[in-house]
């Protein structure tokens, strides 16, 4: 799965490339707005929070203000209380994609009182479970 995250003017830093924090910006906007449009439910009216609880990132391309992005997802690992994400960034150069990182996203899902860990709510499992088996097909 592709999904499309724009690049703005305030994410370049005085040296004109995007600032390495900002990758992860690009993973967590990637990774909600795809469970926000895969469950047509807005996130943060479910009893349970989706928090970080692990990130990384591999930098391997600089990117810059305007580039068009594509932020690969993929699920790693789907547990009781956690789903482990596989992200790769791309910038987009006409016809083809240019990769300029890799890296892990980890939401764990905990009560919005208590926060402690609780199960994935069933409507983000069943959307998490249609992107791990997509991942498995082969491509056409």
Not at 65 to 71: E, H, N, S
């Amino acid at each position: 799965m592709l999904w499309p995250v724009p690049t703005r003017w305030a994410d370049n830093d005085h040296y004109g490339h995007v600032n390495n924090v900002t990758y992860y910006s690009y993973f967590d906007t990637a990774v909600n707005a795809w469970l926000m449009h895969a469950t047509g439910t807005d996130i943060r009216d479910l009893p349970a929070i989706g928090v970080v609880a692990e990130t990384s990132c591999r930098f391997l391309g600089s990117l810059s203000f305007p580039d068009d992005l594509r932020v690969g997802l993929r699920i790693a690992r789907l547990g009781r209380s956690s789903i482990t994400y596989d992200l790769a960034i791309f910038r987009v150069d006409g016809d083809r994609l240019e990769h300029a990182a890799t890296g892990t996203f980890v939401h764990v899902y905990v009560d919005e009182t208590t926060r402690k860990p609780i199960e994935i709510p069933a409507v983000i499992r069943q959307a998490a479970e249609v992107l791990a088996s997509a991942a498995l097909r082969p491509q056409d």
